[in-house]
C-alpha cells in the first residue's frame, strides 16, 4: 500500500518543500509553479506504471474488456501527455480538465480491482483499499482543480515553471 504514498509525495512534495523554504526564510518558489509540478510528477510516475506493470493493470479490468493491454498502454500514454501539458502554461489547463476526465473514468478499474481482491498496488487489501483509494482520488482532483482548473485574477497564475 506504498503506491497512494508515493503518489501523495509527489503531488505535495515541491509544494510543500517551497513552503518549507519560505518557511525558513530561505527563497520560496510560487506555490502555484510548485503545486502543478508536483502534479507533473505525479502522471510521470502514474503512467510509467502503465509500461512497468501492464499486465497487473490490465488485469484491474474485466475479462470481458477488449484489448486489456493495449488499454492499458494508450491509457499510459494519454497519462504522460497530460504530464507534459501541465508543464506548459498553454496547454496546464486542458491537460489539468484531461486530468481529472481520466480520474473520473479510471476510477472504476480501481473499484474493480479491490472488489475482486487483484494484487496491483493496494487493491489486493479488497473493498477497503477504498477507504484509502477514494479520498486520494478526489484529493488528487481537488488539487487539479485548485492549482490548475480555476479560474484565477491575479496576474501570476498564468505564468509558466521557469
Known amino acids: 500500500m506504498t503506491t497512494p504514498i508515493i503518489m501523495l509525495v509527489l503531488m505535495t512534495g515541491p509544494f510543500l518543500a517551497t513552503r518549507l523554504s519560505g ?19 505525479l502522471f ?21 474488456v477488449p484489448a486489456r493491454i493495449l ?17 506548459f502554461p498553454a496547454t496546464r489547463r486542458h491537460a489539468g480538465w484531461a486530468a481529472l476526465v481520466a480520474l473520473i473514468l479510471f476510477f472504476p478499474a480501481n473499484v474493480y ?7 496491483m498496488g493496494g487493491h489486493a487489501w479488497g473493498p477497503i483499499y477504498l477507504l484509502v483509494r477514494t479520498p486520494l482520488q478526489i484529493a488528487i482532483m481537488a488539487w487539479i482543480y485548485w492549482f490548475v482548473v480555476r479560474r484565477r485574477n491575479d496576474v501570476g497564475a498564468s505564468s509558466g515553471l521557469a
Open 44 to 64: 510521470v510516475f502514474t503512467a510509467t506504471g502503465h509500461f512497468l506493470q501492464t499486465e497487473p493493470m490490465a488485469a484491474m479490468l474485466p475479462s470481458d
Open 23 to 41: 518557511a525558513l526564510g530561505l527563497r520560496r518558489f510560487d506555490d502555484q509553479r510548485a503545486a502543478v509540478l508536483g502534479l507533473g510528477f
Open 71 to 87: 488499454l492499458v498502454q494508450i491509457t499510459g500514454v494519454l497519462e504522460f501527455a497530460i504530464a507534459v501539458g501541465f508543464f
Open 113 to 119: 480491482a479491490a472488489v475482486n481482491r487483484i494484487p
